[in-house]
């Protein structure tokens, strides 16, 4: 069995981090070399022959923890200063309750990352078509076609695009990630980790969630959890009425969390 | 702010005089001298020397970049608008026009450049341009627009008058010029993002501001060549410049008015917000500073004849008139990039390292970004003062002489 530290770093060698599919054979022999509990904790449950993938945030079990967040920095390098992924809270501030009814303190919150909108804006402006939806779904960034006029940016209602404003920097002693870093002056998101996709496994803010309030599926998958959990208990999307039709779904909370 | 107004100083001084001509050319070097040298700056540091972050994604650059496509409105429907109405009052201004508006949509070519965060890579856009993309239809119709003033330019340095091509001409220059508004408004106004750009008003309000900025630098310019060289248009054109101006400036305001009016009423939080930023907020100085010293005072000038009869003056409100529609540039692309639809603790990550969150964006420019404009102006200003030594002056001193020796000597130069 192979050190997984070498497999990791034989991994930076190479590999473009919109498709994937170059890392892919490494990265299988990276998946295997993890404890087979590791492996089936992250694998995806369902599959369809055209699968669609979507995610389900369940803003019940959220704790607002930022683990998520985190994980998706190292998986897929984040430079300093970028986050991917964030928690917004819901208050007066981001440590101070908002007064809900009868006085009682509330607090909630929205895990935001790039919703992967079926209808995504951010696509339709790209002078370059850098910006652009694969095949299951998945909105991506090739960077090697960005030329960083933000446009992108802009048309983006939810914010969740970020810009290599300088050249990436790291934290000191941190390990590189386990897709490409990017260049200065392009645009970057989420990309629903799609170099763990092609090897079966969900994306690292959803195997780390340790509220599991994250569920990743093939929403064309009838069987898949995703889609029994949309189907009992309906979702929301985020700013809905703009028409982007996104593949991130929220959960309401069925109780208010009261402090 | 002001060293971002097109130049108002002497574009170019007579022959005779050598002192102050050697003091402009030193000026424009200098300045784009401070232009290279910012944009040489923000190529080894990337975009992070400027002021912008995650939130505030377009600023100083796109300002100006609006203002400039705008400013180039001018000249061109100048000319091609009173060429189709078989008006030849403005005539002796053709090719100032003509200058102007093919410098300023250059200069708007030049400006979007430090904007991108790869400029090597902006031949991606010719290679593979994405066709529903606003930009890229930008990108074409700001090339044709370009092609259509240097058409224009050698139609009128010709030295015999080709009133037929300059007719038809006119006929293709006010469409395109209507569709150079448009589309760079479009790139904001088809944004379901930013509420505050979403409507349909945007492109007729460029095209109003357009008029306004570019008439009024060209009335700017004409007078400054006038004061400084021996060319003399008939004393007519600037009060009927000011008269146009007066009916732009009008449209203008109205369009604006009954924009803000709707997105008022409509009472919902997504319009509000942009405009309590502009009636009460961080915009409001520059907002009414606008409407008062950009939309009102010029306007009077403008409109009551006692007061345009004094060029000075005119000059002025001229000045005021350009100055404003900068400023509406900046409260049209603030309050859209300020105000983002989801905006909850802890806010946009800052982009750079120890960046942290932010929630309340304050944009303000950095000194690159001040000197990449300053190097842009200087730009602009050296391509009026070679256009109008080579293209104006000699006309002036020629009239009546030999116009003959002239027109063949800017024929070798055009091509």
């Known amino acids: 069995m192979p050190d997984a530290t070498d497999v990791l770093g034989s991994l930076l060698a190479g590999g473009d981090p919109n498709e994937g599919q170059a890392a892919m054979v490494e990265r299988t022999s990276a998946i295997e070399a993890l404890p087979a509990a590791s492996r089936e904790w992250g694998e995806i449950d369902a599959r369809s022959d055209a699968p669609r993938w979507g995610m389900l945030v369940d803003t019940e079990r959220c704790i607002g923890c930022w683990s998520c967040a985190v994980i998706c920095r190292s998986e897929n390098d984040v430079a300093l200063g970028m986050w991917w992924n964030r928690i917004l809270t819901a208050g007066d501030d981001l440590d101070t309750p908002k007064v809900g009814e009868h006085g009682q303190l509330e607090m909630e919150w929205m895990p935001l990352a790039c919703q992967h909108c079926s209808d995504a804006p951010c696509e339709k402006v790209c002078p370059t078509a850098a910006t652009y939806t694969n095949d299951e779904g998945i909105v991506l960034v090739d960077a090697d076609k960005c030329i960083g006029c933000r446009y992108c940016m802009a048309a983006c209602p939810y914010g969740v695009r970020v810009f290599n404003w300088g050249e990436p920097e790291k934290a000191p002693g941190v390990e590189e990630g386990m897709v490409q870093a990017r260049p200065v002056g392009t645009v970057e998101k989420c990309s629903l980790c799609v170099h763990r996709i092609g090897e079966g496994q969900e994306p690292s803010c959803v195997v780390s969630c340790p509220a599991q309030a994250r569920i990743f599926g093939d929403l064309n998958a009838p069987d898949s959890r995703i889609n029994r959990l949309l189907h009992d208990r309906g979702g929301d999307q985020l700013l809905k009425e703009k028409g982007t039709q996104p593949k991130v779904h929220y959960l309401p909370p069925r109780r208010r969390r009261s402090l | ?415």
């Open chain 2, 1 to 415: 702010m002001t060293t971002l107004a097109p130049p108002a100083t002497p574009t170019s001084p007579p022959a005779e005089r050598r002192g102050p001509r050697y003091a402009w050319y030193a000026t424009l070097a200098v300045g784009l001298g401070i232009g290279l040298f910012s944009y040489g700056y923000q190529l080894t540091g990337g975009l992070a020397v400027t002021g912008l972050t995650n939130t505030v994604t377009w600023g100083l650059y796109i300002v100006v970049f609006m203002f400039l496509v705008g400013v180039s409105a001018g000249g061109l429907i100048v000319v091609a608008g009173s060429e189709l109405v078989g008006s030849h009052r403005m005539e002796s201004l053709n090719r100032l026009a003509v200058i102007v508006s093919g410098t300023a949509v250059a200069a708007a070519a030049v400006s979007i450049i430090p904007d991108l965060g790869r400029p090597f890579m902006a031949w991606q856009m010719m290679v593979s341009p994405q066709l529903m993309s606003p930009l890229v239809w930008d990108m074409a119709v700001i090339t044709v627009y370009l092609t259509i003033a240097g058409i224009d330019l050698w139609i009128l340095t010709r030295p015999k008058p080709m009133p037929r091509s300059l007719r038809i001409m006119a006929m293709i220059t006010l469409p395109v010029a209507v569709l150079v508004h448009s589309v760079t408004a479009w790139i904001f106004g088809f944004l379901i993002a930013r509420p505050f750009w979403n409507t349909a008003i945007l492109a007729p309000l460029f095209i109003s501001s357009a008029l306004v900025s570019g008439t009024a630098l060209v009335l700017i310019i004409a007078w400054t060549v006038r004061r400084v060289s021996s060319w003399e248009p008939p004393s007519h054109v600037f009060q009927d410049l000011a008269k146009l101006l007066a009916w732009f400036v009008a449209v203008d305001f109205f369009l604006l008015v009954a924009e803000l009016v709707t997105a008022f009423t409509s009472q919902t939080e997504y319009h509000l917000a942009p405009l309590e930023m502009l009636f009460s907020g961080r915009q409001a100085p520059l907002f009414w500073g606008q409407l008062g010293f950009g939309v009102l005072l010029p306007f009077l000038v403008y409109a009551i004849p006692k007061l345009r009869a004094r060029t000075g003056l005119l000059v002025a409100a001229a000045v005021l008139s350009v100055l404003g529609v900068f400023a509406k540039r900046v409260n049209i692309l603030m309050p859209g990039m300020y105000e983002p639809q989801i905006n909850l603790p802890p806010g946009a990550s800052g982009g750079v390292p120890g960046g942290g969150f932010v929630l309340d964006q304050l944009y303000v420019p950095t000194w690159v970004e001040y000197g990449v404009v300053i190097g842009i102006g200087a730009f602009a200003a050296t391509l009026i003062t070679i256009g109008v030594r080579r293209w104006v002056l000699p006309q002036a001193a020629a009239e009546g002489a030999d116009v003959e020796d002239a027109g063949d000597d800017e024929a070798a130069r055009t091509h």
